[in-house]
């Protein structure tokens, strides 16, 4: 059964689990968006992991790293995943990786642990914000006993959240925030990470704003906040935040 993404108009329907190449999405400027090839009017920035049959052309992704090309198959990291209709989510998804491709932000586009690799398992901060810009749920990470798997639709205020403060920091002092984790990565088995609406933003790059990102993060409608020097222990470097 198709059913129409919400929101974007230059996207084509979406079969559940079969997601073909997003495409051109507002603030997108990837050649990769325009270009046709393989049947397709279009292609979407991808990891080769993700590229199912390796259907990809290098060079058309340029404000991308290396291992992600354009692709003009299905991405496989997605199947068995369905579509969310968060119109909020979508809009500040699409916002935020506008903002990536411009180097405005930086959005992880793998795992620190090597496990998550190896092969990429299609959860990264990137990718967890770009399937939301297509209107996708997300994928969560399965690499470690902790971890889920499965998919979930990302928070809208969660996103609208991380994109003022992304914004705000770029206006004060130019330079761009590192988002670590979304609903991706390996974390405690009751993480809120799971539900789709909690990052985890460095806070000690490209400069220290620990007390900031803290504040920050306190002033919003939350259920759970970890930063330097909280009870949560273990988050000397960045700032967990969990939306209610």
Known sequence: MLQKLVGISLLPCLVLGQVFPGGPFPGGIQSCYNTPSNGQPYGECLQDDCCEGGVAISNLCPNYANNIR?????NRCTTGCGACYDVEAKDYACRILAMHERGEIRLKSDHFSADGNNPYDGASALSNVRDTCYGRQVKRSNYCAAAPGGCVCLKGSMLRAMHTYAVNFRAQYGQSIDINAIAGSCHSSTSWHYQGNTWDISCSTPRNHCTALRDFCLAQNI????????????????????FA
């Open 70 to 74: 354009c692709c003009f198959s299905r």
């Open 223 to 242: 259920v759970e906040a970890c930063y330097p020097g909280s009870s949560c222990g273990g988050h000397e470097t960045w700032v967990h935040c969990a």
